[in-house]
T-cell receptor
Framework: SQQGEEDPQALSIQEGENATMNCSYK?????LQWYRQNSGRGLVHLIL?????REKHSGRLRVTLDTSKKSSSLLITASRAADTASYFC???????????FGKGMKLTVNP | NAGVTQTPKFQVLKTGQSMTLQCAQD?????MSWYRQDPGMGLRLIHY???????DQGEVPNGYNVSRSTTEDFPLRLLSAAPSQTSVYFC???????????????FGPGTRLTVL
């Protein structure tokens, strides 16, 4: 079964706006990761947050983790047309070596 | 470094045929895995390996076999292809960081498989 579920499933915004994507998961985790996939390509790692961290930044990306609610959010600030892609959260289940992906969210940034 | 490479990029099979999808990495990563990606389903883990000689099943292992004889290679075998195996297949690898074997995953470009 899918561990992570992204919300919303699709988002369309204008260039310069912020984009927020949410991810919920079901079991305890060691870490949660976000990936981006451009159309027809492989996935690219964006950022990883460990279970003992609450917030992390990388450039225009900000990720938060709330283990009590079993949820994470990814914020992309000042979006660009090049951010148009599908975004996936993936969680490493506690005590496991399996990284389980959500179904993904499609972000469209209009120029 | 070439990173993670996959061959072939595209493949069409007939039902019942067998084939091997190749995956190789030159980053000395211990952890390697295979995923399939279907529309609306995200990525689902097929098999994974935490090191040479060690493999384990993921979420959807039926119909697929793997082996890990070297650190570099992790082939995925379809023994008798079925239309339900039509999908895009991704191989990924990672190096243990901070004690976690499945830290940042590096993905290959994918193999698009169609089974008629």
């Amino acid at each position: 079964s899918q561990q992570g579920e992204e919300d919303p499933q699709a988002l369309s915004i204008q260039e310069g706006e912020n984009a927020t994507m949410n991810c919920s998961y079901k079991t305890s985790i060691n870490n949660l990761q976000w990936y981006r996939q451009n159309s027809g390509r492989g996935l690219v790692h964006l950022i990883l947050i460990r279970s003992n961290e609450r917030e992390k930044h990388s450039g225009r990306l900000r990720v938060t983790l709330d283990t009590s609610k079993k949820s994470s959010s990814l914020l992309i600030t000042a979006s660009r047309a090049a951010d148009t892609a599908s975004y996936f959260c993936a969680s490493l289940q506690g005590g496991s070596e399996k990284l389980v992906f959500g179904k993904g969210m499609k972000l469209t940034v209009n120029p | 470094n070439a990173g993670v490479t996959q061959t072939p990029k595209f493949q069409v099979l007939k039902t019942g045929q067998s084939m091997t999808l190749q995956c190789a990495q030159d980053m000395n990563h211990e952890y390697m895995s295979w995923y399939r990606q279907d529309p609306g389903m995200g990525l689902r883990l097929i098999h994974y390996s935490v090191g040479a000689g060690i493999t384990d099943q993921g979420e959807v292992p039926n119909g697929y076999n793997v082996s890990r004889s070297t650190t570099e290679d992790f082939p995925l075998r379809l023994l008798s292809a079925a239309p339900s195996q039509t999908s895009v297949y991704f191989c990924a690898s990672s190096y243990p960081l901070a004690g976690a074997l499945t830290d940042t995953q590096y993905f290959g470009p994918g193999t698009r498989l169609t089974v008629l």
